[in-house]
């Protein structure tokens, strides 16, 4: 039904280290998996040091996700419709789009064609960040840095998928929905708990302490440095296989049930901890069944739930902003002590 | 010789990212830069840049003048792209916002420049190594981190220049040069050994380490060009001192002679090849020996090197598009500028009438009648609290300070501050905390605050007068919280003696108020004390005897203070 696949951007640009080469960080990249099969899981915060290769993990997952339909010229990256005319479908990669710090908020909602005013008189909108990112990622690194107004209005298109504009007496919405991936560092700064709790999953990132691990990811990126198509090449099969998986996961998504008992072992749970409004639950179930998906099970059981507990909750923690004690030991117990297996 | 940053990166600029130069503008800067330049291959692009320069003359964009010249878009390349193959130096990178340094990371990151904005759409190769000239005086000035962590080389320069030499054959050698395994392995343990965390420096290590091979004309990376990469990429990032080189331990014993194995790319005859546990700890000695005995106490506990410039970051100093819109003034849109295009349609209307109008447009505007969006930004507030934790202050109420201190803080947190802890107490004071959002590590510093000693307070009252200047210079509103009892018996220059001591604490003090620098003084005597409010005075700053303040009154006088500060 699709003519040839067209290259819709350039897309020819610099190789990616491939997303199953990358040495440890197992959590970082389930909760990227999991948001790659169900986008409603709604994010991931990757918290941790520098250095540790949190934007590679993001940038590898796009390109394993199979190229995206969309209508050419297009700059909010729509779908094509059964009313496209087929020359003007094509393909392109799903974009990772780079929220860079400092950026004005003209740039990441859009803004008056300055170009387009000036010489042809023309009032016309010059689409932004989020018009880019629309079905793929948006990537923020150190994102506790942002201003606060800006993470406000991600979040608020984050929730609604949809992008509003008024201003320079434009008025006009577009779609935009993303995976939005933020990652930072807590030490150089907080972020607000009313930020923290619209991030689906929570991660924290290490360097990883033990020196064969170190020496592997060494070996492997300067490997990929030195020759990066043979190092594709030798990384293809694996690649395939993850797509493969990744794309059964998301076909059968809607098939996994979710029994009435996970559901309260869900909110139980919650209470225990004493997180705020349902967000939690939401959360839970959702990438509990993402990862049921994933691992190719009909129903999602307690065994997904406790292992989705961590990532999903525990950034989501009443705590005095100057208590310490770890939240990931806190959300722990109260596993152990609700859910026992 | 042996080959330093600067022969190395000639030979490899883009993949080693470049250097920062720590030194004074001077001779030896200059000496250093030239000697650098004179090995870089001959046309390579070199350009020198200003800390801020704005986007479009960084990355490319549209040119204005041109544009409305020839009335159709003209693009304009940017300093990026056109260093493709050389070096950019950045004067005074220390004054870098992490805006910029966070976009020219990610240039160096993809090496390529892609700008998709105005319409317009450049995709360009910017493949190239920096050269942060970094002035900073103060240990904490430094460029932004998101930079530090790209380049592989820290250099001082001094009065011997690097000394030129050929390295077109070293460039040209060194896709060939082969680094064994177990280099790669001793490398990363020496990495580790030094409590260097990134795994980007220990590219930068192999990087280096091949950079020199080929410099040295060899095929195969020797152990001497590990020990040299070691030395400048890994060594100047070391956070701890290796634990096995300070110990007497005997130097691992030369393995004995074999004939070399049958490796038959090493051509020399070489010596049997240690294991890379063995190579590990020989590099990290000869590294060790090369960290001066203070260095390691001059380097930061690792939270504090991972903030560096980085915690900065989340007050960009003055944005022009961020804030209340007040009104509108000539200039160009470009940048962060955002167009007011009523006013710029309203400045050109008068003069339609004597203008050209060019075909096909409606009007003729000049690069004259542009107006520009002003902005006025909330002045975000530094809250600086230079705390007491001497002997006759422990023996009243540290405690009761530390926790009205720890009210404060949740204060701040609210109003979403910044807060820094200076500590005074014996010989001198002590910056505890730079200014950080992170509050919880603001407790923590000051729960494990110890008491005792005499009381420096002109010291005290002089750092938190340095760094609150030094707040006000990145644009933010500091404000200084003094928990003193007011009895000083160190001078300024550390001698004892209490009447010396008074008399530079007032001075201390009334510097505070020349340098307008708002300030709260807490008493924390058991009874009000004259020094107390005489200081307060002389520094023009709000006087709170702790025995009249209960917590509670205490957080409302800062929280008042500081919402003076927003507002004026």
Not at chain 1, 83 to 96: C, F, K, Q
Not at chain 2, 257 to 262: D, K, L, Q, T
Not at chain 2, 293 to 308: C, F, G, I, K, Y
Not at chain 2, 353 to 360: A, H, N, S, Y
């Amino acid at each position: 039904m699709l003519p040839a696949p067209q290259q819709a951007h350039a897309a020819a640009s610099r190789p990616v280290f491939p997303f199953t080469a990358i040495v440890g960080q197992e959590e970082l990249r389930l909760a990227l998996l999991l948001c790659a099969v169900d986008p409603m899981i709604g994010g991931v915060l990757a918290l941790g040091d520098r250095g540790t290769g949190k934007s590679t993990a993001v940038r590898a997952l796009a390109q394993l996700l199979p190229e995206m339909p969309v209508i050419l010229g297009d700059p909010y990256n729509s779908e094509p419709g059964p009313d496209t005319p087929p020359e003007r479908i094509g393909r392109m990669r799903v974009p990772v789009v780079d929220l860079p710090l400092g950026a004005s908020e003209d740039r990441v909602v859009g803004a008056l064609d300055l170009e387009r005013a000036l010489t042809r008189g023309e009032k016309a909108f010059e689409p932004g960040l989020l018009a880019r990112a629309h079905r793929g990622f948006l990537y923020i690194d150190e994102v506790n840095l942002l201003e606060d107004h800006l993470v406000d209005l991600l979040l608020d298109v984050a929730a609604s998928g949809e992008n509003l504009v008024e201003r320079e007496g434009i008025s006009l919405r577009h779609p935009a929905r993303f995976v939005l991936v933020g990652s930072g560092n807590p030490e150089e700064g907080e972020l607000r708990p009313q930020l923290l709790d619209r991030f689906g999953l929570a991660v924290e990132v290490r360097t990883p302490t033990d020196l064969a691990a170190r020496i592997e990811v060494v070996k492997r990126r300067d490997a990929f440095e030195r020759d990066p198509y043979a190092f594709l090449r030798r990384y293809r099969r694996a690649e395939e296989r993850q797509r493969a998986a990744l794309l059964r996961a998301r076909a059968w998504l809607p098939r996994v049930v979710v029994p009435d008992q996970v559901l309260e072992d869900a909110s139980r749970l919650c209470l225990a901890l004493g997180t705020d409004g349902l967000r939690g639950e939401l959360t839970l179930v959702r990438a509990a069944r993402a990862l049921a998906a994933l691992e190719g099970q009909r129903r999602v059981g307690r065994e997904q739930l406790r292992r989705m507990a961590l990532p999903a909750l525990r950034h989501r923690l009443r705590r005095n902003p100057l208590d310490d004690a770890s939240s990931s030991s806190r959300v722990e117990r109260a596993v152990a002590e609700t859910l026992p297996l | 010789m042996t080959p330093g940053p600067a022969h190395l990166l000639a030979v490899d600029p883009a993949g080693l990212g470049g250097v920062v130069l720590r030194a004074p503008f001077g001779p030896e800067r200059d000496a250093w830069l030239a000697a650098l330049r004179a090995m870089m291959p001959a046309g390579a692009p070199w350009r020198r840049i200003p800390p801020d320069l704005p986007d479009n003359r960084l990355f490319g964009g549209l040119d204005l003048a041109a544009t409305l010249a020839h009335g159709r878009p003209v693009a304009e390349a940017g300093v990026l792209a056109s260093v493709d193959g050389g070096l950019l130096v950045v004067a005074m990178a220390e004054r870098m916002s992490a805006a910029t340094a966070a976009r020219i990371a990610a240039v160096l990151d993809r090496q390529e420049v892609a700008v998709e904005r105005e319409g317009l759409r450049l995709h360009a190769p910017a493949r190239f190594g920096l050269v942060l000239l970094d002035e900073g005086i103060a240990p904490d000035e430094a460029p932004p981190a998101a930079l530090l962590e790209r380049v592989a080389f820290r250099a001082m320069p001094d009065r011997h220049p690097p000394e030129v030499v050929q390295t077109a054959a070293a460039r040209a050698r060194l896709p060939r040069v082969r680094l064994p395994p177990r280099m790669l392995e001793a490398l990363t343990g020496a990495a580790a050994e030094l409590g260097v965390d990134s795994p980007r420096a220990v590219l930068f290590a192999l990087r280096a380490a091949r950079a020199a091979a080929a410099l040295a004309g060899r095929r195969v990376v020797a152990e001497e060009d590990a020990a040299l990469a070691c030395r400048l990429v890994l060594a100047v990032r070391a956070t701890r001192r290796p634990a096995a080189g300070q110990e007497a331990e005997p130097e691992p014993p030369p393995p004995p002679p074999e004939p070399a194995e049958a490796e038959s790319e090493e051509e020399e005859s070489a010596p049997p090849p240690p294991s890379p546990e063995q190579l590990t700890e020989l590099l990290v000695a000869a590294a060790a020996a090369h960290l001066p005995p203070d260095l390691l106490e001059a380097v930061p506990p690792r939270s504090l090197a991972a903030r560096q410039g980085g915690g900065r970051a989340g007050a960009a100093r003055r944005h022009a598009s961020i804030g209340r819109p007040i009104g509108a003034r000539p200039g160009l849109p470009r940048g962060e500028h955002r167009l007011a295009l009523l006013e710029t349609l309203r400045a050109a209307a008068p003069w339609q009438v004597l203008r050209p109008r060019p075909p096909q447009r409606l009007i003729a505007l000049r690069p004259e009648d542009f107006r520009i969006r002003c902005f006025k930004r909330r002045n975000e507030t530094t809250s600086i609290f230079a705390v007491d934790a001497s002997g006759s202050a422990a023996l009243h109420r540290l405690a009761e300070a530390k926790g009205a201190v720890e009210l404060l803080l949740a204060d701040c947190y609210v109003r979403r501050d910044r807060v820094a802890l200076i500590a005074f107490r014996g010989r001198g004071a002590e910056l505890l905390l730079p200014p950080t959002h992170a509050l919880a590590r603001a407790k923590r510093c000051l729960a494990a605050l110890p008491g005792g000693g005499a009381t420096p307070l002109a010291a005290g009252l002089a750092a938190a007068l340095d760094l609150a200047c030094a707040e006000e210079r990145q644009g933010r509103a500091p404000l200084v919280v003094v928990m003193t009892d007011g009895r000083a018996n160190i001078a300024r220059d550390g001698s004892a003696g209490a009447a010396r001591a008074q008399e530079d604490a007032l001075e201390a003090a009334r510097a505070l108020r020349l340098a307008r620098i708002p300030a709260i003084l807490i008493d924390t005597a058991p009874r009000p004390q004259p020094l107390a409010r005489a200081l307060a005075e002389a520094a023009d700053a709000l006087y709170l005897p702790m025995p009249a303040a209960d917590a509670a009154r205490l957080s409302r006088a800062v929280g008042a203070a500081a919402r003076q500060l927003e507002s004026g």
